[in-house]
């Protein structure tokens, strides 16, 4: 079931019937969740331990069809909360069938790999002209068209940097190192030529948290500095420009600093739209039509106040908190691990907490209230708690590994 599992992970990063548009017509995405639905009706290992994250989970879907049906656009909803709902769909699918730590690992490890493969492809339909020209330069963007955009494709990037410190401190193969490291560089790559500011900074503040958590944080912010300061230089004179905007909005064109007040209107265009439609906001997707702008909110919370209303920022406010909530109380069961998956599990703590920082951060400057993320990390930390509950007590040995393959055993902790 897991390897069905990874199979619509890369289907739905990867996203080929938008690579290749021939393949869409044959709509491969659909067939193959009901596929996965199917052998999941049957899967004998299913656990059924729904806790408050799932409540609060399925009373923010109540809110977004509640904000569906009282849309005075609720046609121009329906694309919007369909996208959403399968990925409801295989949030069910993934925290129901995955107990185990091994199967816990294998996921996460999964969704770098994934990563990985689309972030190669991306760089070599780059390398072969396939770019946007927006701001005045040329920017790369990812091979699909759901979240190809340049400052969404910076933001997936982001958001998945936080695991490569945890496999950096529990992965034990010898082929580990070389791969984050290889993958980390293809990340900081990607997100340069993106040219999005908003990634970059996420970046810059990635780095940085990840730096703090080490015991050489003072040798690993001096060489990333440095080589901050060369990757800088070694970039094209017009994105230079662009991310010097970021601090002096003079250097750049008009439209650059428009673009990033473009930021602040959406959060003062969703705090109308809660005034105009204080209980169910104009409803989700419908950003445009209900404010009459040319561009999305580019502003997590205008987009919640100003889609949802006021059941949306209960709601989802409510699962944030107790996502992190939850995160902590894990990490303090893990603090003291006695068996490799316990370390594994407490490193993931650390990565699921850096990443929901860097989604609320990067919401001040991007709509990112129903990407994947939230939901396939909110999954992982679930899967986890089952994965420790589930653990012999006392336990200094790793479990069996699934297949009896090395790939997924669980090493001794290591210092960075």
């Excluded at 691990?337 to 699921?352: D, I, K, R």
Aim: hydrophobic share 50%; aromatic share 16%.
């Amino acid at each position: 079931m897991i390897f069905i599992l990874i199979g619509y992970m890369f289907l739905f990063i990867h996203r080929p019937f938008e690579v290749w548009p021939v393949l869409g017509d044959y709509h491969i995405e659909r067939i193959y969740v009901f596929f996965a639905a199917a052998v999941w009706a049957v899967w004998p290992g299913k656990s059924f331990q729904f806790t408050r994250l799932d409540l609060l989970i399925g009373l923010f879907c109540l809110a977004i069809v509640a904000s569906w049906m009282m849309s005075p656009w609720s046609d121009g909803c329906q694309p919007t909360v369909e996208d959403y709902f399968k990925i409801v769909v295989f949030y069910i699918l993934f925290t129901t069938a995955l107990h185990r730590p091994e199967q816990l690992r294998l996921i996460v490890l999964a969704f770098l790999c994934i990563m990985a493969v689309y972030l190669l492809h991306s760089l070599w339909e780059y390398r072969n002209g396939r770019m946007t020209f927006r701001m005045g330069i040329s920017r790369m963007v990812g091979v699909d068209t759901s979240l190809g955009d340049p400052n969404s494709f910076g933001a997936t990037i982001v958001y998945a940097l936080p695991f490569v410190r945890l496999f950096w401190l529990t992965g034990k193969e010898w082929w580990m190192k070389y791969f984050l490291t290889g993958y980390f560089g293809l990340s900081v790559l990607c997100i340069l030529l993106t040219g999005s500011r908003s990634s970059l900074v996420g970046l810059v503040l990635c780095v940085f948290i990840i730096s703090m958590q080490s015991r050489r944080r003072f040798t690993w912010l001096a060489l990333g500095s440095v080589l901050a300061c060369g990757a800088f230089f070694a970039l094209p004179d017009s994105l230079q420009t662009r991310f010097e905007t970021i601090i002096n909005p003079e250097v750049g064109p008009e439209n650059a600093r428009v673009s990033g007040q473009g930021r602040v209107e959406g959060l003062i265009n969703g705090i109308a739209l809660i005034e105009k439609y204080p209980i169910s906001g104009c409803g989700p997707g419908v950003w445009r039509k209900a404010t009459g702008s040319t561009i999305e909110s580019h502003n997590l919370y205008g987009q919640v106040m100003g889609e949802l209303g006021v059941i949306g920022v209960v709601t989802f406010g409510a699962l944030v908190l107790v996502f992190l909530q939850r995160i902590w109380t894990l990490r303090r069961q893990c603090a003291q691990p006695q068996s490799e998956p316990e370390e594994f599990v407490y490193h993931l703590t650390s990565a699921l907490a850096t990443a929901v920082f860097l989604m609320l951060f990067e919401g001040m400057f991007g709509h990112n209230l129903l990407r994947f993320s939230w939901l396939w990390y909110i999954g992982f930390l679930v899967i986890a708690f089952k994965a420790v509950k589930d653990l012999p007590q006392n336990s200094t040995a790793a479990p069996p590994a699934l297949l009896g393959s090395r790939f997924l055993a669980f090493p001794a902790l290591q210092r960075i």
